[in-house]
């Protein structure tokens, strides 16, 4: 059993333990972030192929590259405390908004992988594996659907999303992904498809809405 926290702290000591390469002003925000992928990213995802990921926990994800990013490219809220409450409020929602599209253009220009995209990829991959390795553990681990008992929310499964993109996506039975990865080049084709329904039609509103505002800069960027 995975635990973020646990994981987040490991990847900040990391983060820590390189802070002369990652945080140099010498080194360009581009090679920064680079480094960033390289030293930090596999210190957060150890693991994450087995995680139950829940948009909850993706946003988390998502927060998470975001935080390491400031503080690897050493973007701070500049704006002076006024003292008025509503408007230091106003201030720093505008600097996180600022900042993440700083994060989301400079990530693009370098062909990085977002950390969620990146779980998810990871997600995808090693469930493929597992469901085509049968009568070992890790298949039943995968396949076997555990139904809920007693009343009220049910407990994410390791499945969940893989169930919720056979339904919703493919218009098949909740275990259609296990047919699906019988083929392992129709598998691997599909991985992007399974990325953008996560991103579209699971995640939160809100982490849906930011990932849109990316995507606008982004696009905003390229045409300037």
């Known amino acids: ?25 010498t080194t360009s925000h581009g090679d920064r972030i ?29 927060t998470a590259e975001r935080a390491f990013s400031r503080w690897c490219l050493r973007l701070t809220n500049r704006a002076d405390t006024t003292g ?31 950390w969620h995209v990146t ?4 997600h995808w991959n090693w469930a493929g594996k ?12 995968a396949t076997q659907h555990i139904k809920p008992s007693g009343r009220g929310r049910p407990q994410a499964h390791w499945e969940q999303l893989l169930r919720q993109f056979s339904t919703k996506e493919m218009t098949g039975g909740p275990d259609y992904w296990v047919q ?5 080049t129709r598998w691997q084709s599909f991985s992007i498809f ?19 505002r990316d995507a606008v800069s982004i696009r905003q960027n390229i045409t300037d």
């Open 1 to 25: 059993m995975h635990s973020f926290q646990h994981r987040l702290s490991q990847a900040w000591k990391t983060a820590h333990a390189n802070s002369i390469l990652l945080r140099s002003t």
């Open 34 to 62: 680079k480094l960033l992928q390289a030293l930090v990213k596999p210190s957060l995802l150890y693991g994450v192929e087995t995680w139950k990921l829940t948009p909850a926990l993706l946003a988390k994800i998502l």
């Open 84 to 114: 008025d409450e509503e408007r230091d409020t106003a201030n720093w929602i505008q600097w996180q908004t600022d900042s993440a599209r700083r994060i989301a253009n400079t990530s693009h220009k370098q062909k990085i992988e977002r």
């Open 119 to 122: 779980a998810l990829r990871l």
């Open 130 to 141: 597992a469901a085509r390795n049968k009568d070992t553990p890790n298949y039943r681990a």
């Open 180 to 184: 699906l990865a019988e083929d392992k």
């Open 194 to 212: 399974f990325v953008d329904f996560v991103e579209t039609k699971i995640l939160r509103a809100d982490t849906r809405a930011t990932l849109a």
